[in-house]
């Protein structure tokens, strides 16, 4: 393979495409200036393409040897930049897809160093539901991310709108509040379902390999826990028209718990789920 | 000589709207009744007239701001006594800077107002079409729009809304985004509140409802919006399908309370809602404010926005004014490379008589010689007159404007140049030849529709067909 055709190459270039994204985003940002932001937007969706092509080649070329919590974290990156993509095009605002790219860039920051300890994915682990499983909740939890961002602005702009408080200029250009809460729309009507999926799929797949569905496991108890909230949430926007502060404030809630989830139980606790630092 | 831009005008600092009017030059848009007189002192003019300002610019030699004055006082049947005082008078880089802070709206009544820039640049259309602008009133215009681009693009001094309606349509945009898929209604009239709607529709909102204790009202209203107009008994009712509310009616009492817009954002399943009161006495209970997805702004709301807008751009347009002094100098720094073209122009002329001159008598003294020796030899007196004039011409072109005028003398004094080529834009003298021939036809075609032009003695061109005017500012 052409050296520039490597995966370390690419993840490179993604990485400063990434950075470029952000920096442009946020130089479009102070300096009001949707030319810039768009540039921003098409660093990243360059990134996302070749960061598709690293890990198609990188992942392929390591699957035989297991993965490590870094190559997870540079696959939620993907899912990351994915939705961002998803909502750019079906929001046609920047801004979601300029977020995931910092965001993306951040994971692979985190990654770094958590790249070497490669672990064999367990035979017993190794089921058809894995992929579902990993990738429904990976796509999910990249929504719910996005719907976080904006979930927070939303507060922080609805705040400032009801107080009368004025907006400041670099962040006139923000999404207006009603596609802040169309983002948290997307992610509940397409993470939810997504994201019970992907439970689904863990709790079969705890069944074949340990003989019941529910284990007591840490993961599945808080990541029930968040099912519900985003059951509740799910409920409440299709049946009584929720909208604006409560879907905001419950997301917000929900990725909390998810990042509970993905830091503390994956690195900090002894969990079916911890297998890949062991 | 040289030759000077000048700058004469009032503006709504200087003159009451009384003495703008007294002395507008808007009646004068017309070519075929009055400008500013070209030929003798003025060789180039401009004149903007909006309802803020009057403004002529001119380039010229000698007195040219008393002419201005006294052409515009005459075109307005004044003495220049009763226009001066309310004048200003700006020559050269503090004209330029004047005109770019006019085109980029520093010098504007509200700071930032788009439509400064589209009037001078229907001013420079038309002085333009009239052949009343000539090389440094063409450069200097198109530089000021440049100006006022840049000044747009790198300063937030037009970002923001500094009207009442403007303000709550901005607002209304940061709630939904766009205004297409929305319906506004309107309740009462007034002014304020029919110029909101206005703003609204241009904006692409989908429909007006118009509610009015006189249906009669509301319906011509409705008319006139392209509307619908509802009974306003049915107000509540109607209130579910509308998602921006202007309401201005003369209640003493609200006439929308919190209770009611309980029920009817359930109807509306909890989308948004924003009301602008602009009624006083307030027509919708503040406590609506209170309730989720409802956005209430009355008009001390809005006021303290405009307020807050404004003060932002006046912090902007300290930097739009460096943005300004940087192309000034840039300005003065062309006009400065002009002053030096005449004498690079002889000094290349003369050189290369000198070279024809020498490669002539040299070949002479050879006698019969072939193509490629005098090719050579040409060649060889290019090469060395190349070298000779490098250092005298980079002498010319360094330095300041100040410097020039010293390092042109100097160089003149060595090459025994014509002095009449230090005269500034005599290069263009050509060109501008041209020009002048061009008027004196367009002078004498309108000489015999225009009785100003036909009195306009002592050889001057008549400027009929040569003025720039504009049509209103604000």
Redesign the interface.
């Known amino acids: 393979m052409h050296p520039l055709l490597s995966p370390e190459t690419s993840t490179l270039l993604t990485l400063a495409l990434y950075a470029a994204a952000g920096l442009c985003g946020l130089a479009g940002m102070i ?3 949707r030319p810039v932001r768009s540039a921003a937007a098409a660093a990243a969706v360059v990134g996302f393409a070749l960061q598709t092509f690293a890990l198609a080649t990188g992942f392929h070329a390591s699957t035989s040897g297991g993965l490590s919590i870094g190559a997870y974290l540079q696959m939620l990156a993907w899912f990351l930049v994915l939705a961002g993509t998803m909502l750019r095009i079906f929001m046609k605002h920047n801004a979601p897809l300029i977020f995931a790219a910092v965001a993306a860039l951040m994971l692979y920051g985190f990654s770094a160093p958590a790249l070497e300890a490669v672990v064999k994915v367990p035979e017993t682990l190794k089921a058809p539901f894995y992929a579902l499983h990993i990738g429904a909740l990976f796509l999910s939890l990249a929504l719910i991310g996005l719907a976080f961002a904006a979930g927070a602005v939303f507060l922080y ?1 609805d705040g400032r ?2 107080a ?1 408080l ?2 400041p ?1 670099f962040i ?1 250009d923000m ?5 802040l809460d169309r983002i948290n729309a997307v992610a509940t009507v397409v993470g939810f379902p997504l994201y019970s999926v992907g439970m689904v799929c863990g709790l079969f797949y705890a069944g074949a390999v340990y003989g019941r569905t529910v284990t007591g496991d840490p993961k599945e108890i808080i990541s029930f826990a968040t099912w519900v909230l985003y059951a509740v949430l799910f409920h409440n926007r299709l049946a ?7 879907p905001a404030r419950l997301m917000v809630l929900i990725f909390i718990l998810c990042a509970v989830s993905f830091v503390v139980v994956n690195l900090f606790m002894t969990s079916h789920h911890s297998f890949a630092r062991t | 000589m040289d030759c000077d831009i000048v700058l004469v005008g009032l503006n709504h600092r200087t003159a009451a709207v009384d003495v703008r009017e007294r002395f507008a030059l808007v009646k004068h848009t017309d070519p075929d009744t009055w400008a500013l007189p070209l030929g003798g002192a003025i060789h180039e003019s401009l004149i903007l007239s909006t309802c803020n300002r009057v403004e002529l610019l001119a380039m010229g030699t000698g007195d040219v701001a008393e002419q201005m004055l006294r052409h515009w006082a005459m075109a307005r049947g004044a003495k220049v006594e009763d226009l001066k005082p309310y004048t200003y008078s700006y020559v050269n880089d503090e004209a330029v800077r004047h005109l770019f802070s006019v085109a980029s709206s520093l010098d504007s009544m509200i700071l930032g107002e788009p439509q400064i820039l589209g009037q001078l640049k229907q001013a420079y259309r038309k002085a333009s079409a009239c052949r009343a602008t000539g090389v440094i009133l063409n450069h200097l215009l198109h530089k000021a729009f440049s100006v006022a681009k840049r000044v747009r693009t790198e300063t937030a001094v037009a970002s923001s809304a500094v009207s009442i309606s403007y303000a709550a349509v901005e607002l209304a945009k940061r709630i939904f985004g766009t205004m297409q898929g929305h319906r506004a209604m309107l309740i009462g009239a007034g002014e304020m509140a029919e110029l909101a709607a206005t703003h609204l529709i241009k904006n692409g909102v989908d429909e007006i409802v118009v509610a009015n204790r006189t249906l009669a009202k509301a319906e011509k209203l409705a008319e006139f919006y392209r509307g619908r107009a509802v009974p306003f008994e049915d107000l509540a009712r109607h209130l579910a399908s509308v998602d921006i509310v202007i309401t201005s009616t003369g209640s003493q009492e609200p006439i929308i309370r919190a209770r009611d817009i309980r029920s009817v954002l359930k109807a509306r399943r909890n989308r948004p809602m924003f009301f602008i009161d602009i009624a006083v006495p307030r027509d919708v209970d503040p406590d609506v404010n209170g309730l989720d997805n409802v956005y209430l702004y009355d008009i001390d709301d809005l006021k303290e926005v405009v307020e807050e807008n404004l003060s932002g751009r006046r912090e902007e347009a300290s930097k739009a004014r460096q943005i300004v002094d940087e192309e000034v100098a840039a300005f003065a720094g062309w006009v400065g490379r002009l002053d030096v073209q005449p004498t690079i122009k002889e000094l290349i002329h003369r050189s290369r008589l000198a070279e024809e001159e020498e490669v002539a008598r040299t070949m002479r003294r050879l006698g019969r010689t072939d193509d490629a020796t005098r090719e050579a030899l040409e060649a060889m007196a290019q090469g060395l007159m190349k070298k000779f004039l490098h250092e005298p011409l980079s002498y010319l072109k360094e330095g300041d404007r100040a410097e020039h005028s010293r390092r042109i003398l100097a160089i003149q004094n060595i090459f025994n140049l014509d002095r009449h080529c230090a005269s500034r834009f005599n290069a263009y003298e050509d060109r501008e030849e041209a020009l002048r021939r061009a008027r004196a036809e367009a002078g004498a075609k309108a000489s015999r529709s225009c009785p100003a032009a036909a009195g306009n003695g002592e050889g001057k061109l008549c400027s009929a067909g040569m003025d720039g005017l504009a049509g209103q500012e604000g």
């Open positions: 300096a009001r200036s702009l709108i009801k009368k004025g907006l200029a006139a999404p207006a509040l009603n596609i009584r028209g929720w909208y604006g502060r409560k």
